[in-house]
């Protein structure tokens, strides 16, 4: 896409009893150094460039508060600020707190949330409302792959033809539960007919050797199955597939809605709940084209009977969800640019 950006170092977490805890990754930097390094970055971006508006991201100040520096700075330049909240706020204590509240009333213009009211009801916005003094835009959900097809036409191309898949399954990072289901999701796939088609598994296994070869292991002896890492197959791949398996996040469910594809959900068993209440409350919508199974303990042959229930489904129509958040939001944040209010 005609895009350029600059590269933050990025957190690294860990999950830990279903608890998300910030480590030393790749940097080798401590999670609140980091927070530190990024602050001084962002600030020296926002002195050279004087961005008439940055759109960020759930919390006003930022993970580690590294957003502080820049909006102070940056009531001089003029900025004009716009916090993007998803569909479900979650437990995260920075969106919540007395601080996040303060800066927002100081410096930020506008308020975009990316969610369905027609499937999570109001409860979001009005929490939003009361934590910030202002209600929402709703912008509908954002869906990256609606907006990536403009600029992958290959791709998207590739998948209007040729043979169907039998499926598609991704899993973008590794959990505590993560390789215990993969051993599971080995004895299903087994035990699927190799005539329903082939399977594309999207796995990022981690950088240790033990763990890629165990995981290759799992698979080894199925022949319908081919693994790869995450990266642009997997767009193709799930547009050509009759079901898919993924992880209940939401750029991954937004994947699944836009491609129309019936699909098996996994839940990661976290504390603050968020995949669960979102998925109950996208499941009533949706019915029964989201499955949902739990990553912990879930046998293969109760796998393999939820996928084949999806490969025999003869229709699946398009849900109606709203997935025209980018665009929404892209409206409203010229808007902002070319007046004074929202």
């Known amino acids: 896409a005609p895009l350029d950006w600059l590269k933050l170092p990025s957190y690294e977490t860990r999950v830990e009893d279903g608890k998300s805890t910030g480590i030393p990754g790749k940097t080798l930097f401590s999670d609140d150094l980091l927070g530190v390094f990024r602050a001084i970055e962002i600030e020296h971006r926002v002195r050279m460039y004087r961005p008439r508006m940055v759109l960020a991201d759930h919390t006003p100040q930022g993970k580690h508060k590294e957003l502080v520096p820049a909006l102070a ?36 213009h506008g308020l975009l949330w990316y969610g369905d009211m027609e499937v999570l009801g109001g409860a979001h916005v009005d929490q939003l409302s009361q934590q910030y003094g202002i209600l929402p835009r709703e912008c509908g959900y954002v869906s990256r792959m609606s907006e ?88 193709e791949a799930l547009l050509r597939s009759k079901t898919a398996v993924i992880y209940g996040g939401y750029n991954s469910l937004m994947d699944v809605l836009y491609a129309g594809v019936p699909t098996l959900v996994v839940e990661r068993e976290m504390r603050d709940g968020e995949q669960q209440h979102h998925l109950q409350q996208l499941r009533a919508k949706v019915g029964e084209r989201v499955r949902v199974i739990s990553e912990a303990e879930i046998p ?23 997935l025209d958040g980018a665009a929404n939001a892209a409206v409203i944040l010229s808007r902002l640019l070319s007046k004074d209010v929202l």
């Open 148 to 235: 990536v097809s403009r600029w992958m036409d290959q791709a998207f191309a590739g998948a209007s033809g040729g043979e169907r898949l039998a499926g598609t399954v991704s899993v973008p990072w590794m959990g505590e539960k993560s390789l215990e289901f993969l051993e599971q999701l080995g004895v299903a796939l087994a035990a699927i007919p190799t005539s329903y088609g082939d399977w594309r598994l999207f796995v990022d296994p981690g950088d240790s050797v033990e763990s890629k070869k165990y995981v290759r292991d799992i698979f080894s002896g199925i022949g319908h199955c081919r693994i790869e890492r995450p990266g642009p197959g997997y767009i």
């Open 73 to 108: 700075l940056s009531r001089d330049i003029g900025t004009r600020w716009v916090l993007g909240v998803r569909g479900v706020v979650g437990a995260v204590p920075q969106a919540r707190s007395e601080l996040a509240g303060n800066l927002f009333r100081k410096y930020y």
């Open 300 to 322: 293969g042959e109760q796998i393999a009977s939820c996928l084949l229930d999806n490969l025999l489904l003869n229709t699946n129509p398009a849900a109606a969800v709203n």
